[in-house]
């Protein structure tokens, strides 16, 4: 087992991990920008280098400085967190150059599954079902034409590179397909550096379900349950649950078989989630995959009892799992929600500042992943999210209630935060009794913002 690891990240995700690694003895470096240096990470960590200025491109995104901050305090290994450096196969390659275990899959995995036109010809050949489209990037507008003629519309054209819910267009008709494809091939090349797109058709009222999977060295791959992330703003996720209200136990067998089919053909080790649209007739279709530890991941824990960060360390010191397909039992129902310093009522715009007072909530099953405390300076160089509230309950609507009762009592005073819109959907009917798509905000909360 390693001694040290280094968490390359920053707020709640560096904190979740390092109190993992506490748990397990295992001593933590953290790294921080200049405008993090009062951060909790920082005073929790055993040791601590600063590498760099504010910008996410000079510090949390420079390797140079973290690979050199590993070596230099003695890390054996580096854990990415979510977001930064995660899904970067070349930060995975440089750690294993110098000696350095990456907390997380192969690089040359990460590479294939990055590229969502590799990833959909690799699970089409795993036996995975897929949403009819292509499997190889767009040559052409008149080559999109054609295959949006065949398949139908409508039809969504995404980036290869894509990922966040960014670089991706629906599509109506023929008439705004040139358009589309301007825009969408445009908008990969600012966000991603590569602008091939590839088509799918665009599945009407779909749930958003992603399989928790695992996967060790030694070609063990399991799943532990799916989580609902439909409840989504311009891609977005704003709300997880688990688990999914959709699935009935036939669906959910073949769901989670196919996400362990689909890791076990491509040789994927440590924890990702294989991600599928469900459609109204309960047919689900291969999305994508993340390659990392996902912001969701408490929701999978408080319903499994398993700590998936302690399952990745022990996968990538070269363990094997200690759990198998059988032992995984998923007991009631837990929903996380978001909590951002951001104002809902004003198109969710960022809202940066001092926190004054903040008093999380409490008592029995709700657990609160935060990073800030009274006093805290909320940089704006960062995304915005300032605490996580997970809650358990024996079943869905038990669940919602004593979100609705977290939610109520958490109080944050010096920033606006999404906590008032976040109530606004826990009441809501259609959300209470499970009847909601992808598309929820835009059909029930379209007052709202």
């Avoid at 979740?16 to 005073?43: L, N, P």
């Avoid at 609507?397 to 906590?419: C, P, Q, S």
């Amino acid at each position: 087992m390693f001694k040290k690891i280094l968490v390359a990240n920053r707020g709640e995700i560096a904190l979740r991990i390092m109190r993992t690694c506490r748990d397990m003895g295992i001593e933590t470096v953290a790294v921080y920008s200049k405008a993090d240096k009062d951060s909790r990470v920082v005073k929790l960590a055993d040791q601590a280098i600063m590498i760099g200025p504010p910008a996410s491109s000079k510090s949390y995104l420079h390797i140079p400085n973290i690979i050199g901050a590993a070596m230099m305090t003695g890390a054996e290994a580096i854990h990415p967190g979510y977001g930064f450096l995660s899904q970067d196969p070349y930060f995975a390659e440089i750690c294993n150059d110098h000696g350095i275990t990456f907390i997380g899959p192969p690089p040359e995995v990460m590479e294939k599954m990055g590229d969502k036109s590799v990833a959909r010809r690799l699970m089409l050949e795993a036996g995975l079902p897929l949403s009819p489209g292509t499997t190889e990037p767009l040559v052409t507008v008149d080559q999109a034409r054609e295959v949006a003629g065949e398949i139908g519309y409508p039809v969504i054209l995404k980036a290869s590179a894509g990922g966040g819910g960014r670089g991706m267009t629906v599509v109506w008709n023929r008439e705004d397909l040139p358009q589309a494809y301007s825009t969408t091939r445009s908008q990969a090349q600012a966000f991603f550096g590569n602008d091939d797109v590839y088509i799918e058709k665009y599945i009407v009222e779909p749930h958003h379900v992603e399989v928790q999977v695992i996967g060790d060295s030694f070609g063990n791959v399991v799943h532990l349950g799916e989580r609902d992330c439909s409840i989504q703003r311009r891609h977005q996720k704003i709300i997880e649950e688990a688990p999914s209200s959709i699935l009935d136990d036939n669906l959910r067998q073949r769901i989670g078989a196919a996400a362990v089919a689909g890791a076990a053909a491509i040789g994927y080790t440590s924890a990702g989630t294989m991600e599928f649209l469900v459609d109204k007739d309960r047919n689900f279709y291969f999305m994508e995959m993340n390659t990392r530890i996902q912001v969701e991941h408490p929701v999978t824990e408080m319903v499994t009892g398993l700590d998936l960060i302690e399952l990745q360390i022990r996968v990538a010191a070269g363990e094997r799992l200690p759990i198998r397909q059988d032992d995984v039992a998923v007991r009631g129902h837990s929903i996380e929600c978001r909590v951002n310093a951001e104002d809902p009522y004003h198109n969710f715009a960022p809202d940066c500042g001092t926190i004054r007072t903040f008093v999380p909530p409490g008592g029995s099953r709700v657990r609160v992943d935060t990073h800030v405390y009274p006093g805290y300076v909320i940089p704006p160089y960062y995304d915005s999210l300032l605490a996580k509230v997970i809650v358990w309950g024996a079943d869905r609507l038990e669940a919602i209630d004593r979100m609705r009762r977290a939610l109520g009592e958490f109080e944050i005073e010096g920033v606006k935060t999404t906590i008032p819109y976040h109530l606004q959907i826990l009441t809501n009917p259609y959300f209470r009794k499970g009847e909601f798509y992808t598309d929820f905000i835009e059909r029930h909360m379209s007052e709202s913002h």
